[in-house]
């Protein structure tokens, strides 16, 4: 509510200079789908969670019998449940274990079409993101909406950065010169820069090589890891607007 009032003043005022998102196009679409497939995917883990937490106070016969699944075969075995008549805690115990472990199904069934729309749609408003070394859908998609339909609205690679949460802020004091995290900016843009870079530090030989150097030279694996997302926004803002070729796996 503060940053709306702050925004709407700012526009009142004439001093609000930035271009908005169109949000008339494709990636309107994407953001859409997004948020319903993150809806679904919460959803799923409240579920699981609360599977998990019936366990421990569910009858010991119950408990022993389902206790030692993983998860799949837990759910698969609680969809099955066959509770009969409610008459005891035990048939109740199976009731609402079958109905989580059934909406839990559901909600995968769900998850599996938006990804698939989104995937689709990923593809065709930015093939390039979708070739991208560590970008996959989800990333994507989160990347994508960030932008919005005209990334072209953003000055620079740094605007993009700043908008993501990734530009560095300075944290010098006397004679030490350095940086540090932002907590600011579109926070599940962030955390998709973070997934990109710590697969690429996981699988990627020339991400690896940079970090080795930037550790003999002093930098904490945070501060790697924040270098690291700086030059992946720089990366994908260019593919955005179509002005950096794509660097798959093993290029």
């Known amino acids: 509510a503060i940053d709306a009032e702050a925004a709407a003043r700012a526009y009142l005022a004439g001093t609000a200079t930035a271009t908005p998102k169109t949000g ?8 859409m789908l ?7 995917t919460e959803g799923k883990t409240r579920a699981i969670n609360q599977i998990k937490a019936l366990l421990v106070t569910a009858p010991a016969a119950l408990r022993e019998r389902l206790g030692n699944l993983t998860r799949r075969p837990l759910i698969d075995a609680c969809a099955a449940l066959c509770p009969g008549v409610l008459d005891r805690p035990m048939a109740a115990a199976k009731r609402a274990l079958r109905t989580l472990a059934r909406r839990i199904q559901s909600l995968e069934q769900e998850i599996e079409v938006l990804l698939s729309d989104l995937d689709s749609l990923t593809q065709a408003v930015c093939p390039g993101l979708r070739q991208t070394y560590g970008v996959g859908v989800d990333n994507a998609a989160t990347l994508l909406a960030a932008a919005g339909d005209n990334p072209e609205r953003f000055r620079s690679d740094a605007g993009f950065a700043a908008l993501c949460g ?5 944290a010098s004091s006397g004679k030490t010169n ?9 926070r599940q843009a962030n955390a998709a820069l973070h997934r990109i870079a710590v697969v690429r530090l996981r699988w990627d030989g020339q991400t690896q090589s940079y970090a080795a150097r ?16 700086r030059f992946i926004a720089r990366e994908v803002y260019r593919i955005l607007l179509g002005r950096q070729p794509v660097r798959t796996r093993g290029t």
């Open 24 to 31: 008339a196009d494709q990636v309107e679409m994407i953001r």
């Open 178 to 186: 350095r940086h540090r995290l932002n907590r600011g900016g579109n």
């Open 214 to 229: 930037r550790t003999e030279e002093g930098l904490s694996k945070p501060e790697i890891l924040r270098c690291l997302k």
């Open 34 to 40: 997004k948020v319903a497939k993150d809806s679904a």
């Open 166 to 170: 990734v530009s560095p802020l300075p």
